[in-house]
């Protein structure tokens, strides 16, 4: 069965602490794995597409990499501004959907 | 508009009451999807239109959930007998042409709670 889990759940961090959010995937014929970011009470926001294994795409403080298995959404000195919550998502074969991890909460503490 | 737009924001319903929800994707996006994100959880696909296609309906929970597109612009969600678990965020979302990897861009929702 296509899955897509990510880990952690939650994660907390003192301004400019950098760390990774992890997104790994178990599905067939990946067509694109999509980075959103979502803050409460709003719809997700689009941050990046990756489409092969070793791409690798950045946006100010984020930065997000592929492999065959799993995908990394890397934080560096991260600021309050920056929690919320991060969720992965996968388009697969002749799907159009995503199919979406639980995603990550990230409280950046100032 | 510049984005998705949603309608209403939020909705309060009685249990058992019929609900709709409207959608308007981005100009020119011919794809449009329906989402569904109960408290706390992740994204639930719930139906996706492309163009003309017959729409795909595979993540329609129960029949009590329809929906609609019309003029391939504008789409309607419609509940019919709402039920608690109903409650949720719906969220609609749009893409150009559907085509694999195209960026799919989301509305903020239409926060729905069922008493």
């Known amino acids: 069965e296509d899955q897509v889990t990510q880990s952690p759940e939650a994660l907390r961090l003192q301004e400019g602490e950098s760390s990774s959010l992890n997104c790994s995937y178990t599905?067939?014929?990946?067509?694109?794995l999509f980075w959103y970011r979502q803050d409460p009470g709003k719809g997700p926001e689009f941050l990046f597409t990756l489409y092969s294994a070793g791409e690798e795409k950045e946006k100010e403080r984020l930065k997000a990499t592929l492999t065959k298995k799993e995908s990394f959404l890397h934080i560096t000195a991260p600021k309050p501004e920056d929690s919320a919550t991060y969720l992965c998502?996968?388009?697969?074969?002749?799907?159009?959907?995503?199919?979406f991890g639980s995603g990550t909460q990230l409280t950046v503490l100032p | 508009g510049a984005g998705v737009s949603q309608s209403p924001s939020n909705k309060v319903t009685e249990k058992g009451k019929d609900v709709e929800l409207r959608c308007d994707p981005i100009?020119?996006?011919?794809?449009l999807y329906w989402y569904r994100q109960r408290l706390g959880q992740g994204l639930e696909f719930l139906i996706y239109f492309q163009g003309n296609s017959a729409p795909d309906k595979s993540g329609l929970p129960s029949d009590r959930f329809s929906a609609e597109r019309t003029g391939g612009s504008v789409s309607t969600l419609t509940i019919q007998r709402t039920q608690q678990e109903d409650s949720a965020v719906y969220l609609c979302?749009?893409?150009?042409?559907?085509?694999?990897?195209?960026?799919?861009?989301f509305g903020e929702g239409s926060w729905l709670t069922v008493v």
């Open positions: 100009s020119g996006h011919t794809a």
């Open positions: 979302a749009s893409s150009f042409r559907g085509l694999a990897g195209n960026t799919i861009y």
């Open positions: 599905v067939s014929g990946l067509r694109g």
């Open positions: 998502a996968v388009q697969m074969g002749s799907a159009r959907q995503l199919t």
